[in-house]
């Protein structure tokens, strides 16, 4: 089994930066992609940034330049820093991991860009 937790969310001015973490911890050695999506009310989850275990990196068109994704294998931690955050950026952030077809999902943590 895996774990995941999310922290780190919470309410941000629009242009400030914030940082997520994902804590991993079960069965971690056959798993072959960590990475983040987000969810805003109304719509579709949809893929942040993923990092494989060669360390290949992916991110939405919609945050290119402006987050960053990064692994410490040794605490076993995925985080998201994010820059210049917008409104449209509010959403529940999921940490997530893949193995082949299987899927496992964090709670979520709340994101929300407002002044």
């Known amino acids: 089994q895996v774990q995941l937790v999310e922290s780190g969310g919470g309410l941000v001015q629009p242009g400030g930066p914030l940082r997520l973490s994902c804590a991993a911890s079960?069965?971690?050695?056959?798993?072959?992609?960590m990475g983040w999506y987000r969810q805003a009310p109304g719509k579709q989850r949809e893929l942040v940034a993923t990092?494989?275990?060669?360390?290949?990196?992916n991110y939405a068109d919609s945050v290119k330049g402006r987050f960053t994704i990064s692994r410490d294998n040794a605490k076993n931690t995925v985080d998201l820093q994010m820059d210049s955050l917008k409104p449209e950026d509010t959403a529940v952030y999921y940490c997530?991991?893949?193995?082949?077809?299987?899927?496992?999902w964090g709670q979520g943590t709340q994101v929300t860009v407002s002044s």
């Open positions: 990092i494989t275990n060669g360390g290949s990196i």
């Open positions: 997530n991991a893949k193995r082949v077809w299987i899927n496992y």
């Open positions: 079960g069965t971690l050695a056959s798993i072959n992609v």
